[in-house]
């Protein structure tokens, strides 16, 4: 059995304007996303999604159901991205994929399943698939079946793990994570990304020089924000970033990302903490806050009956979980990315 996982992610700074080449800094979550892949002795391919919302049932693949072919779109253009590299044999090597999360939708989760499938497709087709190329197709995946632009972070996240500052189609460079007290609060909305990030697209056309200014202004205080949390150890530290946050969280108001829901959620946890904002696409799913762990209860009470989770760092990216290389790693848990590739 082949067990791959990949993480989700949190953006804390640079969300949209990271599309359009500005750099953003990404948080790798300890909540994963796992594949399991079983190899059959005959030719036959089943896939089983059963965390997806609608789930996926146990179905044979190629899928005869219309809409399930076209949500699961990427499983399609994954296998025939390895048809080219892998021996007649091999391709006809049958397997049942079965996937779970521990995601909730909004944390990166459909990144981190093409991540972990690609890399569980290549740990079964024996192909050694170095970090850049599971994060080129990955990204090129992303972009395939996304009917919008992409700044490929999520997918950067998933395949290099840990805190980093990215930039669109670059090798991303890892940063040093001060157990940040960052908590994650959903809006109790789902967003659609794609609609969101052609939002924003629409407005840079109708008015690109503003837009183009906005994106650069947040690209600056995401500069700034990685100077400060360098050395952000401290209330003070804090305050600098939480005003950072409510600043960009302003400029991402104003691209026409956020609602009243949302700015309602912002006002309260900002009561109770040293600043907040939206985390993503916007729309809905999470809003982030920096929060005095001594406040934490009153953060808790004033969010009551929203979903609030404190923001653990996973400093690995894809892995195999199944232990193939054991005899080359004394670890039980094998990196598909070697750390000394992240730069
Ligand atoms: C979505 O998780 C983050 C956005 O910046 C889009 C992207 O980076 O592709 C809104």
């Given amino acids: 059995m082949i067990h791959t996982s990949a993480p989700g ?35 036959r391919i089943f896939l089983e999604a059963p965390d997806l919302n609608p789930p996926v049932p146990r179905t044979e693949y190629p899928f005869k159901n219309r809409e399930l072919s076209k949500r699961l779109d990427f499983f399609e253009r994954s296998l025939r991205k390895f048809e080219s590299r892998v021996s007649e044999t091999d391709r006809k090597k049958g397997f049942e994929i079965t996937t779970s999360s521990e995601l909730a939708p909004g944390l990166g989760s459909s990144s981190a399943t093409i991540v972990a499938t690609i890399a569980a497709l290549a740990l079964h087709y024996n192909l050694q698939l170095g970090a850049e190329e ?13 009917a919008a632009p992409s700044s490929g972070c999520d997918v950067a996240t998933a395949v290099y793990g840990g805190f980093m500052r990215y930039v669109k189609d670059n090798v991303p460079r890892k940063l040093e994570w001060i157990d940040y007290p960052l908590i994650a609060v959903h809006t109790g909305k789902k967003a659609n990304t794609a609609e969101l990030v052609t939002r924003v697209h629409e407005k840079r056309v109708k008015y690109p020089s503003i837009i183009d200014g906005i994106f650069d202004c947040i690209g600056e205080i995401v500069e700034k924000a990685e100077k400060v949390l360098a050395s952000a150890r401290n209330p003070e530290g804090y305050q600098v970033i939480g005003d950072l946050m409510n600043m960009q969280h302003g400029l991402l108001n104003s691209l026409g990302v956020s609602t009243d829901e949302i700015e309602h959620l912002i006002q309260l946890s900002r009561e109770v903490s040293y600043g907040s904002k939206i ?65």
């Fill in 9 to 43: 992610k949190i953006i804390f700074f640079g969300d949209h304007a990271v599309v359009y080449g500005r750099p953003c800094l990404s948080i790798a979550l300890a909540q994963r996303l796992h594949v399991y892949l079983k190899p059959r002795s005959d030719h």
């Fill in 279 to 343: 985390s993503g696409a916007g729309g809905g799913d999470y809003l982030i806050a920096l929060v005095n762990p001594n406040r934490l209860g009153e953060f808790r009470q004033k969010l009551h009956g929203h979903s609030i989770f404190e923001i653990q760092l996973s400093e690995e990216g894809v892995f195999s979980e199944s232990g193939q290389f054991e005899s080359h790693t004394a670890r039980r848990r094998t990196p598909l990315v070697p750390s000394a590739r992240v730069r």
């Fill in 134 to 146: 599971l994060f080129k197709m990955g990204c090129e995946l992303t972009t395939e079946v996304n």
